[in-house]
């Protein structure tokens, strides 16, 4: 494994020949020169003065990006804040802190509706739509193809939306991401449990943990993150992947018997007391220290937590266990992503050639960062990977072999308007007064005026 201090060197190394390369070569616009200049010529004639002014003068940027996980937070005060007076010296960067979840969501409509949006940003399906319908987000497809910055993609169509436009850009690690069961070896050891294989196995155990004074499992749940972003689709995978795969493609809805089961496995989870009490109002951050202080036995999470939770040497992780013989946790998984997710540019920046070159910074930041863990990236950073640890390799070994992949229901099949009310539906469900009849009448009428699909 890299040393921290090594890997930021390499970083600041990879960030300055990208804006180098970018910059050096004899066709690109430079950095003071403006992007409406009206000819070759009226570009030269002005090239002294401009060039003065962007010595004496930097531009300023503004940045919103997730600050709610120990990833995100790595990133920025270790990565991207240390390195990147060097890296773009021509920009002077403020970072605002935007959250993550429903509040960024909300943050970001605000400042889009009161005209305040950052030049870059973290985008999200959940709120795209809007964005793009006011011309606040930049098709970045004509920047990073000029200045080659889409050749270091090892799928570069991957980055593509579906009207063939490139709004976002990342590491590529979001597809290595996945929600699975992280538990205490020595807590389960001590309570006298085995790990699960079948969801009825699952809610014994976690009666037992109940029993010997253990909180069996913790998730976010404020907002209705856990269920939106995951469980939902968790409990309705375990039973019928197929129905899953449906679900995200809009060939069912909730009258389906999969799918309705799947709500109903909450409700079962919840009544249960598999979850602490007050789930419903629980946010990441608290539900995670839960957990690292073994105030809880399970955790529900994705994999983008495990460099963190494999510090511990008595975290271990299994996939979600199975409820019917059309699951198999070998054959089936949920994985996360969208090309939407990402570092987007503001479509009505006054200075959109550094905005992309702050965009693409600030991907190569996380390529950089995640390749130090071990995790597999598709943004080729010129550098070896690092070692994995033992807990990364056993999850590479498992996810890289699953042939049946099913895109996140989240990120690739809602539009802003049912992504809100869906979070306020899993967190009503969430509370244990909501049943699951009640939660599955009420997606039926928010599933039918889902307008993502009429695009």
């Given at each position: 494994m890299k040393t921290k201090s090594k890997a930021a060197a390499m970083f600041l190394m990879a960030s300055t020949l990208l804006v180098t390369t970018a910059c050096g070569s004899g066709d690109e616009t430079k950095f003071s020169q403006s992007s409406d200049n009206p000819s070759p010529s009226a570009a030269s004639k002005q090239d002294d003065k401009s060039t003065t002014k962007t010595d004496s003068k930097k531009t300023k940027m503004r940045v919103i990006t997730i600050t709610t996980d120990e990833n995100r937070n790595n990133i920025m005060e270790k990565f991207i804040k240390p390195n990147i007076a060097t890296a773009l010296p021509n920009l002077e960067v403020e970072f605002e802190p935007g959250g993550g979840g429903e509040d960024m969501a909300n943050k970001l409509k605000t400042l889009n509706a009161s005209g305040d949006m950052p030049d870059v940003f973290w985008n999200d399906a959940g709120y795209f739509t809007p964005l793009k319908s006011t011309g606040s987000i930049l098709d970045l497809t004509p920047y990073i193809s000029k200045d080659g910055f889409l050749g270091k993609y090892a799928v570069p169509d991957a980055l593509k939306h579906v009207d063939n436009g490139i709004y976002s850009l990342s590491s590529g690690a979001d597809t290595y991401f996945t929600p699975v069961i992280f538990y205490h070896k020595d807590m389960f050891e001590k309570a006298g449990v085995?790990?699960?294989?079948?969801?009825?196995?699952?809610?014994?155990?976690?009666?037992?943990?109940?029993?010997?004074?253990?909180?069996?499992?913790?998730?976010?749940?404020?907002?209705?993150?856990?269920?939106?972003?995951?469980?939902?689709?968790?409990?309705?995978?375990?039973?019928d992947p197929q129905a899953m795969a449906d679900l995200?493609?809009?060939?069912?809805?909730?009258?389906?018997?999969?799918?309705?089961?799947?709500?109903a496995r909450i409700e079962t989870l919840v009544k249960g007391g598999v979850f602490p009490d007050g789930i419903a109002n629980l946010d990441y951050g608290p539900a995670m220290e839960m957990?690292?202080?073994?105030?809880?036995?399970?955790?529900?999470?994705?994999?983008?937590?495990?460099?963190?939770?494999?510090?511990?040497?008595?975290?271990?992780?299994?996939?979600?266990?199975?409820?019917?013989?059309?699951?198999s946790p070998t054959k089936n998984v949920q994985f996360w992503g969208s090309?939407?997710?990402?570092?987007?540019?503001?479509?009505?920046?006054?200075?959109?050639?550094?905005?992309?070159?702050?965009?693409?910074?600030?991907?190569?930041?996380?390529?950089?960062?995640?390749?130090?863990?071990?995790?597999?990236?598709?943004?080729?950073?010129?550098?070896?990977?690092?070692?994995?640890?033992?807990?990364?390799?056993?999850?590479?070994?498992?996810?890289?072999?699953?042939?049946?992949?099913?895109?996140?229901?989240?990120?690739?099949?809602?539009?802003?308007?049912?992504s809100a009310e869906i979070s306020t539906q899993g967190a009503n469900l969430l509370t244990g007064e909501y049943g699951a009849n009640d939660f599955n009448a009420a997606m039926n009428k928010i599933w039918s005026q889902n307008t993502w699909f009429a695009k």
């Open positions: 085995q790990v699960p294989t079948t969801f009825d196995e699952l809610i014994k155990i976690s009666k037992t943990l109940k029993g010997k004074g253990m909180v069996p499992a913790v998730t976010p749940g404020k907002d209705g993150w856990g269920p939106k972003l995951f469980m939902l689709q968790q409990m309705i995978q375990i039973g995200v493609s809009n060939k069912t809805d909730f009258h389906n018997p999969s799918v309705k089961e799947g709500a957990f690292t202080s073994k105030k809880a036995a399970m955790l529900w999470m994705f994999t983008w937590e495990l460099p963190n939770l494999a510090k511990d040497e008595t975290v271990d992780f299994f996939p979600f266990p199975s409820a019917s013989d059309k699951y090309p939407l997710n990402g570092y987007a540019v503001n479509g009505k920046t006054k200075n959109p050639e550094e905005a992309v070159k702050l965009a693409e910074y600030l991907a190569m930041a996380d390529a950089l960062y995640f390749e130090t863990t071990g995790a597999p990236i598709s943004l080729k950073t010129g550098n070896k990977a690092a070692d994995r640890s033992p807990l990364m390799q056993k999850f590479v070994d498992w996810y890289n072999p699953i042939p049946n992949k099913i895109p996140s229901w989240a990120l690739n099949s809602l539009d802003a308007k049912t």
